[in-house]
């Protein structure tokens, strides 16, 4: 029976276990993202989430505590100048899990454990679904009314005035537009009616 045996041995000795969740620790942090197994990407997410809580708080004794852990200064540089920084705001669940599938020679679950906020793509997607969601009672959306609601700036023409070089800028109502429209319209086909005869 395994009473009081909290977590995975994932099938190695206590030394291994724990050189092998360094390592992957390391990556997770110099990559951002990583594919493993999932029993491994669990224990990974138990052993490196509680170090990035400690980074937060940037000083020399909880640099040591997390040196102690992954023994590499070049992940610790990152994850106390950049990760910690991104990660402020975060009361934790700094990572996610992907599951994608089954490997093909063992059918071991696969899966893709990655940092929360360097995912960009899924943080925008999940902004505009949020945009769209807003409706007022009547049906519109409060993005098309913001639409709706902003007003097509005047067009500006160049004009030369007689006598000086620099040109000047004149605002066209949007009435004045729509007849300019209508006479360039006319004069190109009154020049292809002529390039016809």
Do not use: W
Request: aromatic content about 4%.
């Amino acid at each position: 029976m395994r009473h009081n045996k909290k977590g995975n041995s994932l099938g190695r000795t206590a030394s291994h276990r724990k050189a092998m969740l360094a390592n992957m620790a390391v990556s997770l942090i110099k990559y951002k993202r990583i594919k493993t197994t999932l029993a491994k990407a669990k224990a990974l997410r138990t052993y490196v989430e509680p170090l990035i809580t400690k980074s937060k708080n940037d000083t020399t004794h909880s640099r040591r505590v997390v040196f102690s852990y992954l023994k590499d200064k070049h992940a610790i540089t990152e994850l106390f100048r950049e990760i910690s920084v991104k990660v402020a705001a975060r009361p934790g669940g700094y990572t996610r899990i992907l599951k994608t599938g089954n490997r093909l020679g063992d059918n071991a679950e696969m899966c893709i454990i990655e940092l929360v906020d360097y995912n960009e793509t899924y943080v925008q997607d999940k902004k505009t679904a949020t945009q769209k969601a807003k409706r007022t009672r009547r049906g519109k959306s409060k993005v098309a009314e913001e639409s709706s609601a902003a007003e097509p700036a005047p067009k500006k023409v160049e004009e030369k005035v007689e006598g000086s070089v620099t040109p000047v800028e004149t605002e066209i109502p949007a009435e004045e537009e729509t007849e300019e429209k209508e006479e360039t319209s006319n004069q190109s086909e009154e020049t292809e009616e002529k390039k016809e005869e």
